[in-house]
């Protein structure tokens, strides 16, 4: 099966700061996504990335993901509090089509 | 509905009941997923549905899992005799199938084994 990095485990940013989060997988991916997390609540989706070195943006979140497909970075610019929360990526290896495997993701806390 | 809905949101059982947790998806979409998130080991996959397709069933934990998806719309998952390490959020996603893979989440269903 694969393996899913997810890094950090958890980041302390001061509003108006920006942040990056890595997700890293032991396969080439068909797909990856990314999603954030409320305490108690669903995920909501952010963006999904398929092609090597594609890139997208929405807002203050940019994602990449590196042209071998295995490799990815969601990153937030001039970070305020409806930022934080628990961010996930979820990876659909190309061997194991259809669900998603998860990291851990990534507890994002934003001070004033 | 707009969104993915789930019910209950909130269970407490007695060690050894079995449970039944809905997901309703969205209309229209063809594939739907069952994931369980507890503490300390993140989210997990345990099966999916596409179609008429018989459902990938591979990350049920044990026989005590079933589910089920009738008429390709609402879902079913069943925990029979049902234990503490059972005790989790279980989410419910949708997608408009398996080209497309941008999974709408439920909010969940969290369960609590006593």
């Known amino acids: 099966s694969q393996e899913l990095e997810q890094s950090p485990q958890s980041l302390i940013v001061q509003e108006g700061k920006n942040l990056t989060i890595n997700c890293t997988s032991s396969k080439t991916l068909y797909g990856l996504y990314w999603y954030k997390q409320k305490y108690g609540e669903g995920l909501i989706f952010l963006m999904m990335?398929?092609?090597?070195?594609e890139e997208k943006s929405h807002e203050k979140i940019t994602a990449k993901l590196d042209e071998k497909k295995q490799q990815s970075s969601l990153h937030i610019t001039a970070s305020q509090p409806s930022h934080a929360g628990i961010y996930l990526c979820?990876?659909?290896?190309?061997?194991?089509?259809?669900?998603?495997?998860f990291g851990a993701g990534t507890q994002v806390v934003v001070t004033p | 509905g707009a969104g993915v809905s789930q019910s209950p949101s909130n269970k407490v059982t007695e060690k050894g009941k079995d449970v039944e947790l809905r997901c309703d998806p969205i209309?229209?979409?063809?594939?739907l997923y069952w994931y369980r998130q507890s503490l300390g080991q993140g989210l997990e996959f345990l099966i999916y549905f596409q179609g008429n397709s018989a459902p990938d069933k591979s990350g049920l934990p044990s026989d005590r899992f079933s589910a089920e998806r009738t008429g390709g719309s609402v879902s079913t998952l069943t925990i029979q005799r049902t234990q503490q390490e059972d005790s989790a959020v279980y989410l419910c996603?949708?997608?408009?199938?398996?080209?497309?893979?941008?999974?709408?989440f439920g909010p969940g269903t969290r369960l609590t084994v006593t």
């Open positions: 996603a949708s997608s408009s199938g398996p080209d497309y893979n941008e999974q709408y």
């Open positions: 990335l398929q092609k090597g070195g």
């Open positions: 979820g990876a659909e290896p190309t061997d194991s089509w259809g669900k998603l495997q």
């Open positions: 209309s229209g979409h063809t594939a």
